[in-house]
């Protein structure tokens, strides 16, 4: 099935845009305020089409919530063919949905008042490139953590796990701080990782 | 030192916590939009960075509601910025200016911003330091840049004359490219019996 999952603020212009430009069976939005009139009446217009609408309640203002309920959101109907308008709502919003498409490879649009495309590489996700003893020290870090201690929990080799800790903070995951002690700590990417582990 | 990029809306108070919390701040640049609000939101950073002696470069976007034109733009200039200590703030602005930063961000492995509208605080935006065209292989690379090239629309034949390559090998690379949404085949215009390879405005910014 051909899913919609839009972001939603107050302006049902760029939602009706989306509707009129990309292709859907089911709709999703995701709005802070699921008690607007401008839902009543895109119900009555999906209505005649017997399309079916789910309203999902975010706090539009907290970023990791929102990118976490989107990822959670995008996994829920993995299985379904996805495509996102990222345009509604406040910039928290429309950015968390931004991030989490490229994340998660799922086809993103922006539509105003025209529809862009933009350059998601379907199917393809940032997890992807993290590898199996990277997952492992992630597992591991408990927001800021001893170095030693970790390679233990891992039983890496410490060469191995010099290189990998050197691979991560290019990557962005995690960072190094060293003060008589190397301690580690996520990014905010990282920790979303370990979460979903 | 690090240089930080900003969009600038119509104040500039969701710079400032940017050039606050680090020490080292080389060069700020922004982005305003071409009005009256985005220029004097612009001269009041003026203001503020010669009264710290912080050198700030401002630019001045075409249009700030067209996402792919100041992507491309944005990206650009972070490409010269390449291997350098380098962060953007992407809180200012219109929408489409934030989003099209964060696109630029996405795409060059730039660490992004935001400040925290009830906070105030500046919130590192959860993004892997990995440039996004590193996510194809070479062969779809070099034949999005051919389709590029030839205008954004070509066939198949054309792309194996290019490349050197078997008429089947290119076959099986755009119906991968298709399948990753980047080209569209459909019936050429030119000649109903062949089929076009298209590429979408916005994957060109996969390829610059």
Redo the contacts between chains.
């Keep these: 099935m051909k899913i919609l999952i839009t972001t939603f603020g107050r302006d049902e212009a760029k939602l009706n845009v989306a509707r009129r430009d990309i292709g859907y069976e089911k709709l999703i939005i995701i709005t802070d305020n699921p008690e607007l009139d401008a839902f009543k009446k895109i119900r009555e217009m999906e209505s005649i089409t017997g399309t079916e609408i789910e309203i999902i309640k975010i706090d539009s ?1 907290n ?2 919530e929102c ?1 976490n309920k989107i990822g959670e959101t995008i996994d829920k109907y993995k299985n379904h063919d996805i495509r996102f308008n ?2 509604g709502g406040p ?2 919003l ?2 968390a949905a ?2 989490m498409c ?2 998660k490879g799922v ?1 993103a649009y ?1 539509s ?2 025209k529809t ?9 996700s ?1 997890e992807e ?1 993290i590898n199996r003893d990277e997952r492992k020290i992630i597992k591991n870090i408990k927001q800021d953590c001893d170095a030693e201690k970790i390679k233990k929990k891992t039983g890496l080799s410490g060469r191995k796990f010099d290189i990998l800790l050197m691979e991560m903070d ?4 995690a960072r190094m701080e060293y003060n008589g002690k190397t301690r580690i700590m996520l ?3 990282g ?2 990782f370990r979460k979903k582990m | 030192m690090v240089t930080i990029f900003a969009t600038l809306g119509w104040e500039p108070k969701s710079v400032i916590p940017s050039l606050k919390i680090r020490d080292n701040v080389e060069k700020l640049i922004v982005y305003y939009s071409p009005d009256k609000k985005g220029e004097s939101a612009c001269e009041k950073l003026w203001g503020y960075c010669s009264s710290i002696k912080l050198p700030l470069k401002s630019v001045k976007l075409e249009n700030q509601f067209d996402l792919i034109k100041t992507a491309k733009e944005i990206r650009k200039d972070l490409r010269k910025y390449a291997g350098k200590d380098i962060v953007f703030n992407i809180t200012g602005g219109t929408k489409v200016m934030s989003s099209a930063a964060l696109l630029a961000c996405i795409l060059e492995a730039v660490p992004a911003v935001y400040c925290n509208e009830k906070t105030g605080k500046e919130e590192t935006l959860p993004l892997l330091q990995i440039r996004y065209e590193d996510f194809l292989t070479k062969p779809q690379k070099n034949i999005l840049m051919i389709i590029k090239s030839l205008g954004g629309e070509c066939n198949a034949v054309d792309i194996a004359k290019e490349t050197g390559l078997r008429k089947a090998t290119v076959s099986h690379h755009i119906k991968q490219l298709g399948d990753m949404g980047l080209v569209v085949v459909e019936t050429s215009k030119k000649d109903s019996r062949k089929k076009s390879v298209k590429i979408l405005e916005s994957v060109e910014l996969l390829l610059e």
């Design positions: 203002y970023f990791m990118f990222t345009s910039k928290t429309s950015a931004l991030l490229f994340n086809p922006h105003e008042e862009y495309k933009l350059p998601v590489i379907k199917g393809v940032f490139k290019k990557k962005g995951i990014t905010p990417i920790e979303y």
